[in-house]
């Protein structure tokens, strides 16, 4: 027993590679000029369709969330405000009609790596994430241990609001490697 606690724990510490997410310098101002279309189009009241490609993604997350400085913390968070201060990086990979998430986090002053792969959709005005697959650092998490994981973060009193989307969105999908997020 000691033995396979041991290969356990050396699996979780053991950090996921990160994706080769695809980068471009000019993604943070294309999406700036695609928010721009979006606001002419709302001002207007015609519906409007957001395509992000997954450079433009990354731009947007790398400059929207604040990732938490090198260094130990601790404690375990418990929402997504903090989870957000002990994360460390993000990246997203856009598959097909699917996505795949790869977070660094302290934990306790180690860094642990998450890999998730998913489908996002909407139910009930709120915005849901159905995990296919995932990882703690290289140690496979079984599914119902992730779903239960997932539903929890998403219904969570702390959390669910969070998800809540304005009512202008119609639709959130992934579709040929984009987010399209489409707006009434």
Known sequence: MPVVAIVVLLAILRQAPPPQIKTNPQAAQRLEAKFQELQAAASAGQPYTLQMNEAELNAWLARS??????????????????????????????????????????????NLSLLLEGRLFIQNGYLRFAPTSGKLGSLPIPQATLDRAVSGLFDSPANKEKFLLPTEVRDVRIENSAVVVAYR
């Open 65 to 110: 969330l604040a990732l938490a400085p090198q260094g130990p913390a601790g404690g375990t968070p418990a929402s997504v405000e903090e989870a957000q201060s002990t994360m460390r990086d993000l990246k997203i990979e856009l598959l097909g009609d699917s996505l795949r998430a790869y977070v660094v986090f302290d934990f306790h002053g180690k």
